[in-house]
């Protein structure tokens, strides 16, 4: 996904690749949510369960950040109550969505 995204000339913080060992998480994961635009995260079972994944949900809605919901084996029933006012869509819509940011990057 982050390559996808990447592709159409949007600057992707991804937590996984962007937190160098030994650094304070939640300092860097709030540094990284400040200075995006929007917030994109993957709901699949193991991220439903996350306490991370919740916690980064919090601070983009703190911050006032745009924020999606990609669904990956999951349904709409299994989005959590927290964030079922988010938008969301499936795995098969992200090419829709990868052209949605791929627009606000030109108008840029």
Same mark, same amino acid.
């Given at each position: 996904?982050?390559?996808?995204?990447?592709?159409?000339?949007?600057?992707?913080?991804?937590?996984?690749?962007?937190?160098?060992?030994?650094?304070?998480?939640?300092?860097?994961?709030?540094?990284?949510?400040?200075?995006?635009?929007?917030? +994109?995260?993957? +709901?699949?079972?193991?991220?439903?369960?996350?306490?991370?994944?919740?916690?980064?949900? #919090?601070?983009?809605?703190?911050? #006032?950040?745009?924020?999606?919901?990609?669904?990956?084996?999951?349904?709409?029933?299994?989005?959590?109550?927290?964030?079922?006012?988010?938008?969301?869509?499936?795995?098969?819509?992200?090419?829709?969505?990868?052209?949605?940011?791929?627009?606000?990057?030109?108008?840029?």
């Amino acid at each position: 996904m982050k390559e996808k995204i990447e592709e159409v000339g949007v600057k992707v913080w991804l937590d996984a690749f962007d937190l160098p060992g030994g650094s304070n998480v939640k300092e860097r994961i709030k540094e990284g949510m400040r200075s995006s635009s929007e917030c +994109l995260i993957l +709901l699949s079972p193991a991220a439903r369960e996350s306490d991370w994944v919740k916690h980064e949900a #919090g601070l983009a809605d703190a911050y #006032g950040k745009p924020t999606a919901l990609v669904l990956l084996h999951v349904g709409q029933e299994d989005v959590p109550d927290p964030v079922r006012d988010l938008k969301f869509f499936g795995i098969n819509e992200f090419p829709a969505y990868v052209r949605h940011l791929a627009a606000l990057a030109r108008k840029k």
